[in-house]
Each structure stands twice: as C-alpha cells, then as structure tokens.
C-alpha cells in the first residue's frame, strides 16, 4: 500500500521560512518521482515542485522559484520541501504526490496534506 506523510506545516510569519517533510512507503523509491502541490481556499490545486528520485532533476513553478527547495534523501524514502521568504499567497495546504512525472501527467497517489499558513 502507497503512503505518503506529510509533515512540517504550521503558522509563520511573512518572510519566515518552514520545511516540510514527506516520508513514503509501499513503493520503490528510487523508480518514481515525488512532488509538492498546494491548494488554497477557492481555488484549483497546482503543482508547486517535483523532483526525480531517481536523477534528481527538478521542477519548480514560477511563483516559488528562488524561494523554495526540493530535496530527496533517497536512504530514508523522503522527500523535503525548504520553504523560505514566504509570502501570505503562499497560505494552502500542502500535498506531497507522487508519480512517473507527477508535476506534468498528474501524480498517481496523493498524501493527506499538510496546512501551511503565512500571516502578514
């Protein structure tokens, strides 16, 4: 069975920073690629970062780019999520996701998310 736990949510304040931890199981890690997508009050859920285990390559939306840092540590099946300057827009919940290309074909298994909140 696929899980992924997501972890490393909370409150900040403008400009702080937080990180978020996904730790999966029940699937070869090293095969797949994980990502981070985020859905805020109202609107659709978008994909915010990805990267392949199994290269390393990644994948960043625009908005987060130069602010946000995706990492793998393949020894312990988890994936990171270094959030930094963050801004109140960042304010969603948080999805780890994974997938063949998780961030351009849609992942295949989601976890539960975790609520990030940027106050101004």
């Known amino acids: 069975e696929v899980q992924l736990v997501e972890s490393g949510g909370g409150l900040v304040q403008a400009g702080g920073s937080l990180r978020l931890s996904c730790a999966a199981s029940?699937?070869?890690?090293?095969?797949?690629?994980i990502g981070w997508f985020r859905q805020a009050p109202g609107k659709e859920r978008e994909g915010v970062s990805c990267?392949?285990?199994?290269?390393?390559?990644?994948y960043y939306a625009d908005s987060v780019k130069g602010r946000f840092t995706i990492s793998s540590d393949n020894a312990k099946n988890t994936v990171y999520l270094q959030m930094n300057s963050l801004k109140p827009e960042d304010t969603a919940v948080y999805y780890c996701?994974?997938?063949?290309?998780?961030?351009?074909?849609?992942?295949?298994?989601w976890g539960q998310g975790t609520q990030v909140t940027v106050s101004s």
């Open positions: 029940g699937f070869t890690f090293d095969d797949y690629a």
């Open positions: 990267i392949s285990s199994s290269d390393g390559s990644t």
């Open positions: 996701a994974v997938g063949s290309y998780p961030c351009s074909g849609g992942p295949d298994y």
